[in-house]
Nanobody, 123 residues
């Protein structure tokens, strides 16, 4: 019902920035609550940031607060994750997800997932 495709990942040096995009199709984008998650090798999937359907309400993990900003453009069916002051520990596969109900920090609450995009931060 919903297809999500991430883009914008890559290799950056510590302190650098990346902007991830997640394009959605197959369902009215404005009705979806969106979230970003990441998973590093050997670790469980971790919540990064979420955003409500209107874009006015956002929430993020403490580990990225002040550095990452989530936003959305419903006209373009796209959600973004602006990542600044990147650290090596931010290295992970970043995936966007969509919820049909309400936002959550738990991956189990999301209904649709993208394949993810690799973000690598060198020291």
């Amino acid at each position: 019902q919903v297809q999500l495709v991430e883009s914008g990942g890559g290799l950056v040096q510590a302190g650098g920035s990346l902007r991830l995009s997640c394009a959605a199709s197959g369902r009215t984008f404005s009705s979806l609550i969106m979230g970003w998650f990441r998973q590093a090798p050997g670790k469980e999937r971790e919540f990064v940031a979420g955003i409500g359907w209107s874009g006015h309400y956002t929430y993020s993990a403490d580990s990225v607060k002040g550095r990452f900003t989530v936003s959305r453009d419903n006209a373009k069916n796209t959600v973004y994750l602006q990542m600044n002051s990147l650290k090596p520990e931010d290295t992970a596969v970043y995936a966007c997800a969509a919820s049909m109900t309400w936002g959550s920090r738990s991956p189990e609450m999301y209904d649709y997932w993208g394949q993810g995009t690799q973000v690598t931060v060198s020291s």
